[in-house]
């Protein structure tokens, strides 16, 4: 039997640790062992971005991280994006433009959009582009993904003081 | 004409689970856990065609942490039979073998064991200790090769259908069917043109981003529970049923939230497997596929070999056709030529038609359907040598296709009329649009136009509707909500309620809860869900009165019902007052539905496509794209959009890039998102879209479904495309760079 | 009476023609006459009392969800299709 590490971590703020074997990705660690199954599973190798959280402040596919690394890190998810029962403007603008069908990439494109407005809080179209040409989305054509981040940044500017 | 007014329909509520599936709450198949969970993990075959000489299991059932192992062998013995599962009626023995491989193994990726253990890492691992002797035979890739007298043969007991009749010999077509309209010889006689072309088209991937998963938990009663994600329920209770040899009433179905299936997620592969596994173990099994697994294991669509001739007078008028479509169905017979045929014409009023369609196994993954199956290959050939014949003729590429556009009445190759249809407001949207009217300007760019179809289809479907004291109702149903359903559905029911959408409760319930509904697919669940959802709520409608009646004492008849309120004799009440006397004037009121609907509407739609090719490169730059479909009613504008989108997107994808890359041995080379190129954001404008709106009689608010037509013309409206940027026809999918190039150099 | 489009494959059977009057108030009952005139009709068509696998009917258009029983109108036009749904 492997022996297990123990891994200390911040996850949406909040001290977590959990017990995990060194092969285990950071992906199998929150969805497992933490029950955040929010985040998603489209391929296990760094290609969909479904997988995509926040670690120490930059966005990586979970997948490809070992849960071990995450020791003393910060992780965020999206279930860590609402405050509350105030939905994230990013997540309020996906359901008013319906940027989801299946909604099985929503997670990832949420936390990876999330990213980019914090980092430039009014990015072109081509830079959204450019910024999600990881996280893949088979059902809407990337249209009303596109058009809620724009949305996003919009309402996130206004409410700036 | 005036417009109806409706409250609810045409509108844009935020979708009902749309707060779970933005903050991660939503629970789809693999989020699923339990007590006692084990995990578990298939082995698959590194053979494209092999006969399976001995299977020995003894190590990885020695192995720490596993818990069973179980194979084809452990299925109990049932008398082959032929089964349907909505999707054509198949033998037992197929359905079987494709969940695990019997004597012989047929594409590279069938599965021969499923493993349990106490992980799933542990799984993987114990899989590869299975021993498998394997004795290799020559394999045979395309329906071409694999249509050839002397090719290897897939099924001894294969022999060519036509209609009822079986053939003598062996052979690796299951299927040919024809069909005459008039007489195309005579015809090609009286015309003026004819242009005939070859088109090949690649296996792609539906390419849902959420691989398949499946928990079974085999109960001490003899039950048997399955939770995963499908795109139906039934499907899958009836499916295990059989291959299990079970009763269905002893399978309960919970259908988990659905991460796109787009036809891929109809077939059963891990459910039997699961249920297999807690049988040996009295412990629940979950086992998700790897995107490996979905890839090799699934069902993508068939490649197929096709043949158009096409006969024009001198002023555009069609007068004669031929089509020779041959499908690759993959390891099983069902390859979806039958709806190719159906489709490759049907866009044009051709009085002399021969149609031919050939289903052929070849040793590849087993196809399932992909939105408008079989439509969208039959339409990349028609739909250029159309832009071919427009080009010769000197007609405008929509012009022709207008001046032949099929029309209510038309009669199809396949036989029936048509009934009402949009094909022309279609195609009259796209000369209108902004579009195509405006200039496209530049070197090495062009535009291009095609256009598509899509029959769709009815099939059953229940809903119960539970009124709240409160004025609200729950509204329970079948149809695994893959895309917004719950809200298209729930608005029709708010819209014959005359209650806000808000105030209805849609839930998509396991196959104990709810009667029988088919799967989501074929566009049907807005269409045939919907209008089970407003005969239910009809059904309130009509119990509410006889409430009403008690209440004023009068009778049923004479109350007055409409936009949520109830009239009679000066008394009135709205639904929701109405509601909160349910309880003193007889108890609880539940309005219930069942369909099988007829009046199923066809969808037409037509794509622009502006590219830039790079001549350098062979890379072609989609700059600008329009899809325009007829959705008979939007009932959610933003859902069709979604749809037509979406479709779309996956019609550039199939067109531009997507392919089963295989090696000569059958092994497919691309088999990770990385080399499988589906297209991103960065490789894409925005999705323009026009709604055309032909409303359908067979629906109550004119539903025609949405969701397949949107993917069968823009491979076709590409290579239009490509042809006037770069001067060259394209006659093979997908258009990569280096089949552009190569067209580019041999010009 | 209903006229029948005969199937392209079965066009052997019926010496070429492609549509015949046929009476019936159901498709079975069609198919049965059919079969007076066209011995062999209902072995490639029907499976017992049922339309065979992988066969649908067609009355005026409509792909029947009730197969052999569904009713026919006096001048209803019937064809057999390929049963299938879709994605
Ligand atoms: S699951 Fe991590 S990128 Fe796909
Ligand atoms: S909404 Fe289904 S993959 Fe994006």
């Known amino acids: ?54 670690m120490d402040g930059r966005i990586v596919t979970s997948c490809l991280v070992l849960g071990v690394e995450a020791e003393g890190a ?88 | 004409m005036t417009k109806t007014e409706y409250q609810v329909v045409g509108t844009r509520p935020v979708r009902h689970d749309g707060a779970d599936k933005v903050t991660g709450r939503a629970l789809y198949g693999a989020d699923f856990q339990m007590a006692g969970l084990l995990h578990g993990a298939i082995l698959r075959s590194p053979h494209a065609h092999a006969r399976i000489v001995r299977i020995d299991t003894a190590k990885a059932l020695a192995y720490p942490g596993v818990k069973a192992v179980v194979t084809a062998a452990d299925f109990p013995p049932a008398p082959d039979k032929l089964v349907d599962f909505g999707e054509g009626a198949t033998p037992l023995a197929y359905v079987r073998g494709n969940v695990l491989a019997s004597g012989k ?7 021969v064991a499923g493993v349990a253990a106490t992980s799933a890492h542990i799984a993987e691992e114990a899989a590869q200790l299975i021993e498998v002797e394997y004795e290799p035979l ?23 259908a036509e209609l009822g009749e079986k053939a003598q010999g062996r052979s690796n077509i299951s299927e040919h069917f024809r069909h005459i309209l008039g007489d195309s010889k005579k015809g090609f006689a009286e015309t003026d043109v004819v242009i005939e072309r070859e088109f090949s088209t690649a296996t792609v991937h539906q390419g849902y981003i ?67 596994l807690s049988r040996k173990t009295g412990r629940p099994v979950k086992i998700l596929m790897t995107r490996k697994d979905v890839f090799e294991g699934t069902g993508p669509t068939p490649g197929s070999y096709i043949r158009v001739k096409i006969g024009a007078t001198s002023d555009g008028k069609l007068v004669a056709a031929e089509a020779y479509l041959a499908y690759e169905a993959g390891a099983y017979p069902g390859a979806m030529v039958g709806p190719g045929g159906m489709c490759v014409f049907a866009a044009y009023d051709i009085p002399n038609v021969t149609i031919d369609g050939f289903d052929v196994v070849v040793n590849k993954p087993s196809t399932a359907a992909y939105r408008a199956p079989g439509a969208t290959n039959a339409a990349f050939a028609t739909e250029t040598v159309i832009d071919e014949l427009a080009e010769q003729l000197g007609i405008d590429p929509v012009e022709i296709r207008l001046r032949n556009a099929a029309k209510e009445g038309t009669r199809r190759a396949d036989g029936p009329k048509f009934k009402r249809i949009g094909c022309v407001e279609v195609l009259e949207a796209v000369r209108g649009s902004e579009h195509y009217q405006s200039p496209l300007e530049g070197p090495n760019r062009g535009r291009g136009v095609a256009v598509g179809f899509w029959f769709n289809v009815g099939l059953p479907s229940s809903c119960t509707i539970n009124v709240n004291a409160d004025g609200t109702v729950n509204l329970v149903e079948g149809s695994t909500d893959i895309g917004g359903t719950r809200t298209s559905v729930a608005m029709q029911a708010a819209e014959v309620l005359g209650i806000p959408v808000e105030d209805v409760h849609p839930s998509v319930v396991d196959t104990d809860s709810v009667g029988f509904t088919a799967v989501t697919g074929g566009s049907r669940v ?98 600008r794209f329009t899809s325009i479909q007829d959705a008979g009613k939007a009932i959610h504008p933003s859902y069709v959009e979604g749809q037509m989108q979406g479709g779309s997107v996956q019609g550039i994808g199939w067109g531009l890039n997507e392919e089963y890359y295989m090696s000569r041995d059958g092994m497919m080379m691309n088999s990770s998102l990385l080399d499988y190129r589906m297209p991103t ?67 | 009476m209903a006229v029948v489009f005969i199937p392209t494959l079965l066009r052997p059977l019926s010496g070429g023609v492609d549509r015949v009057e046929a009476s019936g108030q159901s498709v079975r009952d069609v198919i049965e006459n059919l079969e007076s005139l066209y011995p062999g009709m209902r072995d490639r068509l029907m499976d017992g009392g049922r339309l065979r696998p992988n066969v649908s009917v067609a009355v005026d258009g409509e792909v029947c969800p009730m197969g052999a029983l569904e009713p026919v109108g006096p001048a209803s036009e019937i064809h057999f299709v390929t049963a299938i749904s879709g994605g």
């Open chain 2, 105 to 111: 193994v047929l594409y590279r990726g069938h599965a």
């Open chain 2, 681 to 747: 954001s960065l490789d894409l404008p925005m999705i323009e879209t026009i709604i055309v709106e032909v409303p359908n009689p067979g629906h109550p608010f004119g539903v025609r479904g949405v969701g397949e037509a949107n993917i069968v013309p823009p491979p076709a409206a590409l290579a239009n495309a490509i042809y006037r940027a770069a001067g060259v026809r394209m006659r093979r999918l997908p258009m990569s760079p280096p089949a552009v190039m190569e067209a580019i150099w041999s010009k």
């Open chain 2, 526 to 623: 807005t269409f045939s869900t919907g209008m089970a959802a407003c005969e239910a709520a009809g059904d309130v409608i009509r119990q509410m009165k006889e409430r009403a009646a008690k209440l004023w004492e009068t009778v049923p008849d004479k109350v007055e019902a409409g936009r949520g309120s109830f009239r009679c004799n000066g008394h009135s009440a709205t639904f929701k007052e109405l509601a909160a006397k349910v309880g003193e004037t007889g108890g609880p009121v539940v309005g219930r539905a069942t369909v099988n609907p007829r009046g199923v509407g066809g969808s037409f739609s037509a794509a622009i496509a502006d590219v830039e090719v790079d001549p350098e490169t062979g890379k072609t730059t989609v700059l």
């Open chain 2, 138 to 160: 020559p394999c045979v890739l395309t329906a071409p090769e694999a249509m050839q007298p002397d090719a290897p043969i897939l099924h001894d007991g294969l022999r060519t």
């Open chain 2, 210 to 276: 959420e691989p398949h998963n499946a928990t079974a938990l085999w109960n001490n009663d003899g039950r048997v529970h399955i939770w995963c994600s499908t795109q139906g329920s039934f499907v899958v209770r009836d499916a295990t049923a059989c291959v299990l040899d079970i009763a269905q009433s002893r399978i309960r179905v919970t259908p988990m939230e659905i991460g796109g299936g787009f036809g891929g997620k109809i077939p059963v592969y891990l459910e039997p497997v699961a249920a297999l």
């Open chain 1, 1 to 54: 039997m492997q022996s297990k590490v123990h891994v200390r971590t911040a996850i949406n703020g909040e001290p977590a640790e959990f017990l995990c074997e060194p092969r285990q990705s950071l992906l199998e660690c929150l969805r497992d062992l933490c029950n955040l199954t929010g985040t998603k599973e489209g391929c296990n190798d760094g290609n969909c971005g479904a997988c995509t959280v926040e």
């Open chain 1, 74 to 161: 910060q992780i965020g998810t999206v279930e860590g994006l609402a405050r509350g029962t105030e939905l994230h403007p990013l997540q309020k603008a996906f359901l008013e433009n319906a940027a989801l069908q299946c909604g099985i990439c929503t997670p990832g494109f949420l936390v990876a959009a999330k990213a980019l407005l914090e980092q430039e809080p009014e990015p072109s179209e081509a830079r959204i582009r450019l910024w999600l040409a990881n996280n893949l989305c088979r059902c809407t054509g990337y249209d009303k993904i596109i058009r809620a981040v724009q949305q996003a940044a919009r309402e996130m500017k206004e409410a700036r003081p």
